[in-house]
């Protein structure tokens, strides 16, 4: 049997929606008042969006559901369903400590419990039945101010081994701030860090040239081969791999069919250009939507040929992160 890697999954948009309601129906939660039943929720939690920011809004949900006492409930249960339906042998999952803290708290308080949230996550990763090895990516997040935003690169700095790397996320807002990010990237990469950044997903203004020399990998990228292809040498030179969602995509409105994503596997295949591919929020696309899928669906829609797969399967373990252990 084949063992798989995902590099790019975010902990809020991992989880089943079964899973969801069955932890609200638990705590009897307020939102069950729009929802009776799991087919309504189920409908809403995995309907495509019209743009990104729509669909970050309803991931803010889950990210407060995920607070520090929940949070073992909801690992065990994604480390148990990658591994056992998805056949994951390593997983780098990536979150925002900060939108897990209690949102009760004042700001310093909140960025004080963000250690043990990474503590809690690390702690609840390594299920003893369910054999998977799953390393932390933090994100950072442009809708925070700049002091949060360094004090979870601290955090970050601070869980080295357990954590790998550092992202950001969230909506692609303000592109003019892209040297705020590098400098933070910089940061990271000098105390061992590895980095991504979601970039080009929905357009190319957040793409900076400067991103560049800074950056291992790039969180989607699309626009990049799409919009700029002239820029693929610099990223072929520099090793960067695009981490590649392809249902994401169209839950998000960015492409309306998956078959677009001919062009960018063509120039990055062209450019040399190495692109993982991954499924993001898994959770919230319509069932089922694991990892195997998205190899099947790029299959299906011409965008790779079946032969080219193990390769592609391939070059998930070598731009990861944290893989240090031999191949099932
Ligand atoms: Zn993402």
Request: charged share 25%; net charge neutral.
């Amino acid at each position: 049997m084949a063992l798989y890697a995902d590099l790019h999954r975010h902990l809020g948009g991992a989880i089943h929606p079964r899973i969801i309601y069955k932890f609200l129906q638990r705590h009897e939660h307020s939102v069950l008042n729009y929802f009776p039943d799991y087919e309504g929720f189920y409908n809403w939690f995995t309907r495509p969006c019209r743009t990104l920011e729509e669909f970050v809004k309803i991931h803010t949900l889950v990210e407060e559901l995920q607070s520090l006492e929940h949070l073992p409930y909801f690992i065990l249960r994604l480390c148990r369903g990658a591994y056992t339906f998805e056949n994951l042998q390593y997983m780098e999952l990536r979150y925002n400590p900060y939108f897990r803290t209690d949102h009760r708290l004042a700001v310093n308080q909140r960025i004080e419990q963000m250690e043990k949230i990474v503590e809690m996550i690390s702690a609840n990763l390594r299920p003893a039945d369910y054999p998977i090895t799953v390393k932390q990516i933090i994100c950072l997040d442009r809708r925070l101010p700049k002091n949060i935003n360094e004090a979870i690169l601290r955090v970050a700095r601070e869980s080295l081994g357990p954590v790998v790397g550092l992202d950001i996320a969230g909506p692609e807002i303000d592109p003019e701030n892209y040297q705020t990010w590098v400098k933070l990237f910089a940061k990271a990469r000098s105390s061992g860090l590895k980095t991504t950044a979601h970039l080009g997903e929905t357009g190319i203004d957040n793409v900076h040239y400067d991103y560049f020399p800074v950056l291992d990998r790039i969180g989607h990228g699309i626009h990049i081969p799409l919009i700029k292809p002239e820029w693929l040498k610099e990223l072929a030179k520099r090793q960067i791999t695009l981490e590649v969602c392809p249902t994401s995509y169209r839950q998000t409105g960015v492409l309306k069919d998956i078959g677009e994503l001919r062009t960018v596997f063509t120039r990055c295949r062209e450019a040399g250009v190495a692109i993982a591919i991954c499924t993001d929020n898994p959770g919230r696309n319509p069932a089922p939507c694991t990892l195997p899928g998205e190899y099947e669906r790029l299959i299906d829609h011409d965008v790779i040929d079946f032969h080219e797969l193990k390769e592609i399967q391939n070059e998930s373990f070598r731009s990861a992160f944290g893989f240090a252990g031999t191949r099932l």
